[in-house]
T-cell receptor, first 113, second 116 residues
Framework: RKEVEQDPGPFNVPEGATVAFNCTYS??????FFWYRQDCRKEPKLLMS???SGNEDGRFTAQLNRASQYISLLIRDSKLSDSATYLC??????????????FGTGTRLKVLA | DTEVTQTPKHLVMGMTNKKSLKCEQH?????MYWYKQKAKKPPELMFV???????INESVPSRFSPECPNSSLLNLHLHALQPEDSALYLC???????????????FGAGTRLSVL
């Protein structure tokens, strides 16, 4: 089983739709969680951190469920510019005194006009 | 200056060549990372430096040799690579190596490497 798994998609949704992605992780000792966005042939960009209490940033809402070991990202009122690959990242906690950040497989989103 | 700069942007090399990738940040971050990303795959962790010391090596072949000459600079020396090593090589930095609340906030734009 991979350490961090996502449905690769693609998710094709019309503009204005609400779309949700899930990400599961296998290591229960994982300490922190993030969502990144990556456009084609570009570097990943940090979208938001994910907190146990849930957090929102504009149209984006992230949730963490430690008991079931998954995180989610909800995008409301999708825009064409939201088309990208969304990667969840899990911090496995200190290894040799350093954080180890592991990427999920990524979910591709296409927002259609 | 909140950015990570990688050079070169593109690199084509033969299997017998020796080349180096460079990564620089001036944010005072003490942890720096090398990731490798193949097409349509997620980034895979290669190396982590913490306070200029190699702290994680994800069983990377010895034809890849990292170096951290100072707290702002990270190099990846390449020698005798194989065509399957062709990929996007990404550098990232984070403020805190093992305190609480760390995040991998900044990635460089990457070096797109082709091995012929």
């Amino acid at each position: 089983r991979k350490e961090v798994e996502q449905d690769p998609g693609p998710f094709n949704v019309p503009e204005g739709a609400t779309v949700a992605f899930n990400c599961t992780y296998s290591n229960s000792a994982s300490q922190s969680f993030f969502w990144y966005r990556q456009d084609c042939r570009k570097e990943p960009k940090l979208l938001m951190s994910v907190y146990s209490s849930g957090n929102e940033d504009g149209r984006f809402t992230a949730q963490l469920n430690r008991a079931s070991q998954y995180i989610s990202l909800l995008i409301r009122d999708s825009k064409l510019s939201d088309s990208a690959t969304y990667l969840c990242v899990v911090n496995l906690g200190p290894t040799s005194g350093t954080y180890k950040y592991i990427f999920g497989t990524g979910t591709r989103l296409k927002v259609l006009a | 200056d909140t950015e990570v700069t990688q050079t070169p942007k593109h690199l084509v090399m033969g299997m017998t060549n020796k080349k180096s990738l460079k990564c620089e940040q001036h944010m005072g971050h003490r942890a720096m990372y090398w990731y490798k990303q193949k097409a349509k795959k997620p980034p895979e962790l290669m190396f982590v430096y913490s306070y200029e010391k190699l702290s994680i090596n994800e069983s990377v072949p010895s034809r890849f040799s990292p170096e951290c000459p100072n707290s702002s600079l990270l190099n990846l020396h390449l020698h005798a690579l194989q065509p399957e090593d062709s990929a996007l090589y990404l550098c990232a930095s984070s403020q805190d190596s093992a305190g609480t609340g760390g995040k991998l906030e900044y990635f460089g734009a990457g070096t797109r490497l082709s091995v012929l």
